[in-house]
């Protein structure tokens, strides 16, 4: 088989995630976001089709950007109302068998060892399918709300990333050795307190000594995504994630993005192929391109301008309501998402785009692509993008609930299938062994193995201290 496209189902516990103004489309349920039958039925139809995993976005905070007001978002749904995206996962856990997780949180305004214990919970009860899309957050109304003055400043917020990211690898791969829980009825000892450890952690914007509070969980890290695109937010995600997530209007914009990507993981010691990338795409699919054309051209009757409008705000930092709509689009350094608006002003040097030409670009799909048309057009266009692009896959952003993901399983993968570009069947293990063909914990070429041989507190066999002692130098009890 050529290489396997990966597909992913992105979507948002809200009503509308990308493109703006569908819930009043007749046909789309998105209203029910608030129902476990809407996910759970949501989670069988992707599982029928094979999807790697359901990948669900999230944020805090609202989009205020646009006209200094929350009116815009609020009146086009534009991610408010939005429910806690973690909450889900049980539920649709229980409803499928293979199906991954990809639950994105924001690092700033959680404590990492409150959150580590919320992954380890879900990845003991999705059985090893959970990840996370590692995020700090873009929305300064999200800061406000967290009690804070203004958002903590964009580099910055990557420089406490690094810093979580080490207090969480050490709570899920160094507080609990995979024989901690020995369960003897007779002794009366569940868990062996040697085998359990305290991590210490002195970093810059954390400090922490703590023994996870959970046992280890089938993949103990989680399937780490992350989408950082600016200069500091590349180096994180090539340092970190297992899965990068890009978006951009075209092929001409994401061929070069990763190959950039592939060459900061080389120099980053990582094999260049060992990270998944997906691109964001929305799919409208019919049994032929006429009437996926009526299809597309439906939905853009029922687009909102403002909700777009809204969106782009929030994301790029920058109030729209004050830009010409006739004016070229152009860089500008903010807080927020840095490379929001470039995928659109300079990454393309073949196209200048107008702020009108991209809030109506955006009605749909947000700022990634669009594809109407038949299973057959749908899967030229899907092999096409994985040939001049070099990507591993796409995800999915949906457009009218659920339909577009029932015509997409039922129409889109059958074809692909039969192209052999495909997967027939799930792989057994994991989401991390189903992704990777490799085992079920994080691999050997990523930062968690500097914690597995703990860099503090280690006794002489680089073990870290065993609970409730700290460790004496020359006491010969440090190796155990
Ligand atoms: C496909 C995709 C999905 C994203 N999903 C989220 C999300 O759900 N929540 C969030 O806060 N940020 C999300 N982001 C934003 C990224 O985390 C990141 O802030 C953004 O890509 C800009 O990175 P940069 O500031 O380093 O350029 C997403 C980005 C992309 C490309």
Known sequence: MTKEIRLNAFVMNCIGHQSMGMWRHPRDASRDYRT????????????????????????LGVNDVYGGSPSAAIRAAAQIPI??????????????DHLGFGVTCSLTYEAPYVFARRMSTLDHLTGGRIGWNIVTGYLDSAARAAGMRKQIAHDERYDMAEDYMSVVYKLWEASWDDDAIVQDRETGVFAEPAKIRKIQHEGP??????????????QRTPVLYQAGASPKGMGFATRHAECIFINGPSKEVIGPYVRR?????ASQGRAPDSVLIFTMMTVIAAPTDDE??????????????????????????????????????????????????????????????????????????????????????????????????????????????????VDFVDLVTPELRKRGVYKQTYAPGTLREKLFSAGPRIGADHPVSAVRAPDAETDRFGRLAPVGRRLVPGDPANGR
């Open 36 to 59: 476990l039958g809407y996910w759970t039925g949501l989670a069988r139809t992707l599982e029928r089709g094979l999807f790697d995993g359901l990948f669900i976005a999230d944020v």
């Open 83 to 96: 429910n806690d995206p973690t909450m889900l996962v049980s539920a649709m856990a229980a409803a499928t």
């Open 292 to 405: 996926a054309e009526a299809k597309l051209a439906d939905y853009r009757g029922y687009v909102s301008r403002d909700g777009a409008f809204a969106l782009l705000s929030g994301w790029s930092g920058l109030d729209f309501s004050r830009l010409d709509p006739d004016e070229q689009v152009r860089h500008v350094k903010t807080d927020s998402m840095q490379t929001a608006i470039d995928r659109f002003s300079s990454a393309n040097p073949d196209k200048t785009w107008t702020i009108g030409e991209m809030a109506d670009f955006s009605g749909i799909g947000g700022a990634g692509p669009v594809i109407a048309g038949s299973p057959q057009r749908i899967a030229d266009e899907l092999e096409g993008w994985m040939a001049a692009t070099g990507v591993d896959g796409f995800n999915l952003a949906y457009t009218v609930m659920p339909e577009c993901y």
């Open 261 to 265: 990507i592939r060459e900061a993981l």
């Open 205 to 218: 914007y954390f400090q922490v000594e703590a023994i996870h509070l959970c046992e280890p969980s089938p």
